[in-house]
């Protein structure tokens, strides 16, 4: 079986709240069913290689998300041709909201994003803090850890991840959470968000196991600990 080289986008700038954990469940999910995996950490000034089954970008602080913003622009149109090609994305936070239309950041100004999501994103007074639980029409029900004060809103079709059950998603009134376009997602949970949600981290590895046309099944795994985590998660208070 191939090796599924994983890009890791901007891990020194955009990797907060545990979010490098979404790595670490990618890989172990699949060296536990014997799959081989290579992260390729992705900076500023770098490529992104060309044989890549799967993307990440994680969330960041306003000022990282400047330099991140500018550089994000001359890998846009390669990250776009990945994902319209099949390739699996995940993007939590910052990293979700520069994949949109733009950003305004309440500090920096208009931060444009490589549209990728339509969507676009305002700074706020509003912290938006606290645990989250999503019902997804294609996961079920998810959770994780939200901690943003940027409000996303659809421009054009909605396309959300799941509806708020509880916690703020997107913006304080719509409660819609995240965004989903072909086989990338756009989300606010932290958490770190895949070892909560191991549905989600299989559905990513088999899409990028089956980029060439071939569909590959998963072997299942013991998730038990995973679901204490995620009712753990459920039954605390926002």
């Known amino acids: 079986m191939k090796t599924i080289r994983i890009a890791h986008l901007y891990p020194d700038r955009m990797s907060i709240y545990g979010d490098y954990g979404n790595i670490v469940a990618l890989t172990k999910r699949m060296a536990w069913r014997g799959i081989n995996s290579e992260v390729v950490m992705v900076s500023e000034g770098q490529k992104i290689p060309k044989d ?25 149109s390669q990250i776009k041709d990945l994902v319209e090609g099949g390739t699996p994305l995940l993007s939590v936070c910052g990293g979700y909201q520069l994949l949109g239309e733009y ?4 500090e920096y100004g208009e931060l444009e994003g490589i ?17 989250i639980v999503v019902q997804s029409e294609l996961f079920g029900e998810l959770v994780g850890f939200e901690n943003h004060s940027g409000a996303t809103e659809f421009v054009g079709r909605a396309h959300p991840l799941g509806k708020v059950k509880k916690g703020y998603g997107n913006n304080p009134t719509e409660k819609h959470e995240g965004a989903l376009y072909k086989n990338a997602i756009g989300t606010y949970m932290h958490g770190s968000f895949l070892p909560k949600n191991p549905l989600v981290a299989d559905w990513l ?16 795994l013991d998730d038990s600990i995973e679901l204490m985590a995620r009712k753990s998660s459920i039954s605390r208070p926002q």
Do not use: P, W
Request: hydrophobic content about 40%; proline content about 0%.
């Open 205 to 220: 590895i088999q899409r990028a196991l089956s980029k060439d046309g071939e569909v590959v099944g998963l072997k299942d």
């Open 103 to 106: 950003f305004i950041s309440s």
């Open 115 to 131: 549209g990728l999501f339509n969507v676009i994103t305002r700074g706020t007074r509003t912290r938006m803090i606290g645990n």
């Open 52 to 76: 890549i089954e799967l993307i990440f970008i994680g969330g960041g602080q306003d000022k990282g998300q400047v330099i991140v913003a500018k550089d994000l622009k001359q890998k846009g």
